[in-house]
T-cell receptor, first 111, second 112 residues
Framework: SQQGEEDPQALSIQEGENATMNCSYK?????LQWYRQNSGRGLVHLILIRSNEREKHSGRLRVTLDTSKKSSSLLITASRAADTASYFC???????????FGQGTRLTINP | NAGVTQTPKFQVLKTGQSMTLQCAQDMNHEYMSWYRQDPGMGLRLIHY???????DQGEVPNGYNVSRSTTEDFPLRLLSAAPSQTSVYFCASIAASRGEQYFGPGTRLTVT
């Protein structure tokens, strides 16, 4: 299994703005997943994008995947205070049995 | 479905004590994992299991044992607690057909 690397490590924006965070990985994947973790809580699965997909939407979330660049981005539109959390990407190799997480992007939404 | 459950939610141990962190899932997932998360850090994989009777080591297995006698349960045992094991522990299970990983709420462990 491989680990995704999130960038930036920390991001602070005003409420209502859009937040974009990026993920890079090293080897071919079967799918890539994004998770959110609120302070002191467990991880919550946000969205899964498969290797044959280029873009996926879920509510205010938009995920893109560029397998040629081995990168993904998560866009949160019209941010809210409740979006303040750490966000992790997790690339899953074909046949992999576990996800390995990086340090995540700490997103702070300022009122 | 209750999803992934963990007990206890909080625990304080003295150095040298042993204990078992419980994890159970009711989604019939084959794959289960244990992670630890230290303050300001990402998750680190301790042990994982691809099915009943099968376990393997992750990145940081030392000081921990696991067993998987049933599909539902994946307990994590601390044999002789050390202050370095102070952390938040998360259990997770994976829907193998989709690869989505479901996490428990975590156990906050302090070793003094």
């Amino acid at each position: 299994s491989q680990q995704g690397e999130e960038d930036p490590q920390a991001l602070s924006i005003q409420e209502g703005e859009n937040a974009t965070m990026n993920c890079s990985y090293k080897t071919s994947i079967n799918n890539l997943q994004w998770y959110r973790q609120n302070s002191g809580r467990g991880l919550v699965h946000l969205i899964l994008i498969r290797s044959n997909e280029r873009e996926k939407h879920s509510g205010r979330l938009r995920v893109t995947l560029d397998t040629s660049k081995k990168s993904s981005s998560l866009l949160i539109t019209a941010s809210r205070a409740a979006d303040t959390a750490s966000y992790f990407c997790a690339p899953l190799n074909q046949g992999a049995q576990k996800l390995v997480f990086g340090q995540g992007t700490r997103l702070t939404i300022n009122p | 479905n209750a999803g992934v459950t963990q007990t206890p939610k909080f625990q304080v141990l003295k150095t040298g004590q042993s204990m078992t962190l419980q994890c159970a899932q009711d989604m019939n997932h084959e794959y289960m994992s244990w992670y630890r998360q230290d303050p300001g850090m990402g998750l680190r994989l301790i042990h994982y299991s691809v099915g009943a009777g099968i376990t393997d080591q992750g990145e940081v297995p030392n000081g921990y044992n696991v067993s998987r006698s049933t599909t539902e349960d994946f307990p994590l045992r601390l044999l002789s607690a050390a202050p370095s094991q102070t952390s938040v522990y998360f259990c997770a299970s994976i829907a193998a057909s989709r690869g989505e990983q479901y996490f428990g709420p975590g156990t906050r462990l302090t070793v003094t």
